[in-house]
């Protein structure tokens, strides 16, 4: 085989894990409130809770099983490691496909999170196949299959999901085991035994990141900016299925149609647009119009009375998508070049730390004011407006962060205390790594 066919197909196995891996969590958002309430005979909202520790459950596996897949794959590389992760995926969802009880979807769901924790060797991978100068551009592949998983993931669920609920688990266990036949006769292995380190549990703490980079006083503003936006966004996934069947009476269908749009719109904000309106406005003000949306389009989804008013929600809050993205390359300005890995960590770590607490959140909100329909106290739009809360927290710490660092005008590493020699605009001058480090 070619040196360069087999570089695509290598490539197109990568993307094509982290593609997979996200349909896998989106296809099952549009049946789950079904096949829970199947399983239970309860009501949606008793649905709900029990659908919040499932996700809780995912995430927590996620968070505390990244760094030391991460540390597994440097000591034995990265393809057996992926080829796992693929084997472990296909085991959840033929367990929750055939599952007659709940705690078996409890099992498939630990199963599935200590495997999707391997999306961070993946992206190892990805920098191992690539020179230092194309990585960005292999990180936006890798962003564009995550983005793309979650508008596909939920499209498949809901259609799949009009032919039964368990449907869309047979199709998910079939996509993740022929990619690992795709890995296991294609995938070679990315890092040489001469690159590899013994693994070591002490750097095996998913909080370590965090740590780490406390000597950079704006990156733990920002993780407190990223940590509330994506606490919000959990209520999309966790209860937007809920809140529709509530509401609106839903299918699957009408639910993975409307998630799959605004995964479209979202990711189109973020690809197409944020990119030029940062080199026009800058990427605090654009970050700052991103939280705002959010926060309007959350409160929008919660007071929804009728169809037209959420579609209108859900297509200011595509808008949203300006945010992470003009955020994360405020963030990078911050630390030096020669920290980036370990900021990366921490953004990592913050993220998980609220997929683990928002659906918890969400969902017992939920329940709490939708068990009593009719009663003063019923409102199912409950959790978005907590939503729209926690996205007003964040853009309060961002406005602070923005004008006591000012991040709007240079990388306040130039600034800091800890900060090597001040280099010409543009650059950042670091000092050698330490061989401890």
């Known amino acids: 085989m070619q040196a360069a066919t087999r570089s695509k197909l290598t490539l197109s196995c990568i993307l094509i894990t982290i593609l997979i891996d996200m349909i896998g969590v989106g296809i099952i958002t549009p049946v789950l409130p079904e096949l829970l309430e199947e399983l239970t005979g309860g009501s949606v909202a008793n649905a709900a809770v029990i659908g919040g520790y499932l996700v809780f459950a995912y995430a927590f596996m996620q968070f505390v099983f990244s760094p030391v897949l991460g540390n597994l794959s440097d000591r034995f590389g990265r393809r057996p490691v992926l080829l796992f992760s693929l084997l472990g995926l296909t085991f959840d969802y033929l367990m929750m496909s055939i599952a007659p009880f709940v705690w078996y979807l409890f099992i498939g769901r630990i199963i599935a999170g200590i495997a999707g924790a391997a999306l961070a060797t993946a992206t190892a991978y990805m920098a191992d196949i690539t020179p230092p100068e194309k990585r ?207 900021l990366q960590g921490a953004v990592n770590a913050a993220s998980s730390l609220a997929t683990i607490i928002g659906p918890l959140a969400a969902t017992q909100i939920f329940s709490y004011y939708t068990t009593t329909p009719g009663s003063a106290g019923y409102f199912p739009g409950a959790p978005f407006i907590a939503a729209s809360v926690a996205v007003a927290i964040a853009l309060i710490i961002f406005a602070v962060a923005a004008w006591r660092f000012e991040l709007g005008r240079r990388p306040s590493i130039a600034n800091h205390p800890h900060a090597p020699e001040i280099a010409p605009p543009g650059q950042v001058r670091v000092p050698p790594l330490d061989e401890n480090d």
């Not at 503003?221 to 809140?243: C, D, R």
Request: some cysteine.
């Open 136 to 342: 960005t551009q292999s990180f936006g592949l890798i962003g564009a299959a995550f983005g793309l998983g979650f508008i596909i993931g939920p499209v498949i669920g809901g259609e799949l999901g009009e032919l039964g609920p368990r449907v869309p688990f047979y199709a998910a266990a079939a996509l993740a085991f022929a990619n690992f036949l795709f890995g296991l006769f294609v995938l070679p292995e990315s890092l040489p035994k001469t690159r590899r380190r013994r693994f070591d549990i002490r750097r095996a703490n998913p909080l370590g990141a965090v740590l780490a980079l406390k000597k950079y006083p704006s990156v733990l503003w920002l993780l407190a900016v990223l940590f509330f936006f994506q606490l919000s966004a959990q209520s999309l996934p966790t209860v937007f299925s809920y809140f529709t069947v509530e509401m609106f009476n839903f299918s699957s269908s009408n639910i993975g149609r409307t998630l799959g749009a605004f995964g479209l719109g979202f990711a189109i904000a973020q690809a197409v647009l944020a990119g030029p309106m940062s080199r026009g406005m800058g990427e605090p003000a654009v970050a700052m119009i991103g939280l705002i949306a959010a926060i309007a389009a959350f409160a929008a989804v919660g007071m929804s009375t009728d169809v037209y008013m959420l579609y209108l929600a859900i297509g200011v809050g595509c808008v949203s998508g300006l945010a992470p993205p003009a955020i994360n390359g405020v963030l990078s300005r911050q630390v030096p070049d020669n920290s980036q890995g370990e």
